[in-house]
């Protein structure tokens, strides 16, 4: 059975890995607009501002991710 500050730990680890993905889906979410505003404003045939910048917004919150769990291990040592 897990104790009461061990029980909540975890919790709060979860409650950050769930942040995580919602922030992940928001910034994939933003660079896509913005994809397609561009598209829109200048268009061409093959869509190409919403496929470089959604590739970039999923790199970036990537990037992201990698950083927290980075900083989640060094706040556990």
Do not use: C, H
């Not at 897990?2 to 994939?28: C, D």
Request: without cysteine; proline residues 1%; glycine residues 6%.
């Amino acid at each position: 059975m897990l104790e009461g500050g061990q029980k909540r730990s975890q919790i709060n680890t979860y409650l950050r890995f769930s942040g995580i993905a919602f922030q992940m889906i928001a910034v994939i979410s933003v660079f896509s607009y913005f994809g397609v505003w561009l598209d829109e404003k200048f268009p061409n045939s093959y869509s190409l501002n919403t496929v470089i910048f959604s590739l970039l917004g999923v790199i970036f919150a990537m990037y992201l991710v990698i950083k927290k769990v980075i900083s989640l291990n060094k706040d556990k040592k």
